[in-house]
T-cell receptor, first 113, second 111 residues
Framework: KAGVTQTPRYLIKTRGQQVTLSCSPISGHRSVSWYQQTPGQGLQFLFEYFSETQRNKGNFPGRFSGRQFSNSRSEMNVSTLELGDSALYLC????????????FGEGSRLTVL | DAKTTQPTSMDCAEGRAANLPCNHSTISGNEYVYWYRQIHSQGPQYIIHGLKNNETNEMASLIITEDRKSSTLILPHATLRDTAVYYCIVRVASGTYKYIFGTGTRLKVLA
């Protein structure tokens, strides 16, 4: 069974640009959540989607947005990039029900210059 | 979600048991204790979770105190590949999948 796939794995952008990251969850998983990881702030929750609906949102500015498609694949977008947006962006999928184990992808490492 | 407190770092000799403590004194009755680990530059990996009974799986054991205010993750025979950051999280086991990760414990297994 394939794991969570994130693309691209690495990317470099400049300030003011925008970026779109993609996440394909494990087959059958309908929940997808996104996290930002930086050395200073650690792992921080961005948002979670279930059945194409945003179910919860972390404390990030409106420049961070996401969506989920009918096949459960998800994308997140960051507009007007800032230097502080440089981070590892992790996507996790989960099977609805008891347990709530998260299965993480390898992440997309974004560098903003 | 309840907050957790973990030591910043720990060392363990290879082959010995690694015991990683976690304090969660404000845990609610319906909140579970979850453990994840993150090996350098990889996504976090689920290890184990429990409510009030001790739990064991192929990776580790989880011991939760009777008052549920603290727990210990035990890696019975640590190997060099267990070197990672270990996160203890408490949360309800239903509804949203929002997790609040703390700073975790950096475990270094020494040869």
């Amino acid at each position: 069974k394939a794991g969570v796939t994130q693309t691209p794995r690495y990317l470099i952008k400049t300030r003011g640009q925008q970026v779109t990251l993609s996440c394909s969850p494990i087959s059958g998983h309908r929940s997808v959540s996104w996290y930002q990881q930086t050395p200073g702030q650690g792992l921080q929750f961005l948002f979670e989607y279930f059945s194409e609906t945003q179910r919860n949102k972390g404390n990030f500015p409106g420049r961070f947005s996401g969506r989920q498609f009918s096949n459960s694949r998800s994308e997140m977008n960051v507009s007007t990039l800032e230097l502080g947006d440089s981070a590892l962006y992790l996507c996790a999928s989960s099977l609805e029900g008891q347990g709530l184990e998260l299965f993480f992808g390898e992440g997309s490492r974004l560098t903003v210059l | 979600d309840a907050k957790t407190t973990q030591p910043t770092s720990m060392d363990c000799a290879e082959g010995r048991a690694a015991n990683l403590p976690c304090n969660h004194s404000t845990i609610s009755g319906n909140e579970y204790v979850y453990w994840y680990r993150q090996i350098h530059s990889q996504g976090p990996q689920y290890i184990i979770h429990g409510l009030k009974n001790n739990e064991t799986n192929e990776m580790a054991s989880l011991i939760i105190t009777e008052d549920r205010k603290s727990s210990t993750l035990i890696l019975p025979h640590a190997t060099l590949r267990d070197t990672a950051v270990y996160y203890c999280i408490v949360r309800v086991a239903s509804g949203t999948y929002k997790y609040i990760f703390g700073t975790g414990t950096r475990l270094k297994v020494l040869a």
